[in-house]
Nanobody
């Protein structure tokens, strides 16, 4: 049975940093990614990384501020978030799946999802 457990969310002031982690149990996956959903908005893509860590993708609004990484030995994916802004406030979800058939930002490319962790950035 596949399970994803996120951790690391919390409340931080604008300009601060948080590191999210997601532990995956049950099996390994090629694609690992992070999505987020702000109140009243649709879930959106944040970042993704391939199994060999040779390919990463970011949505434009987080480029240069967020860094995705993975540890295949521990079957974990992390998201280092720096220079946080109030507009980064959302529930963050990790997701895993097979190699992307279309684009990494497409949530339907992912097979399993975590429960989410809240990130709140105060101004």
């Amino acid at each position: 049975q596949v399970q994803l457990v996120e951790s690391g969310g919390g409340v931080v002031q604008a300009g601060g940093s948080l590191r999210l982690s997601c532990v995956v149990s049950g099996r390994t996956f090629y694609a690992m990614g992070w999505f987020r959903q702000a109140p009243g908005k649709e879930r959106e893509f944040v970042a993704a990384i391939s199994r060999l860590r040779d390919t990463t993708y970011y949505t434009d609004s987080v480029k240069g501020r967020f860094t995705i990484s993975r540890d295949n030995a521990k079957n974990t994916v992390s998201l280092q978030m720096d220079s946080l802004k109030p507009e980064d406030t959302a529930v963050y979800y990790c997701a895993v799946g097979a190699p992307w058939k279309t684009v990494a930002s497409d949530e339907y490319q992912y097979d399993y999802w975590g429960q989410g962790t809240q990130v709140t950035v105060s101004s």
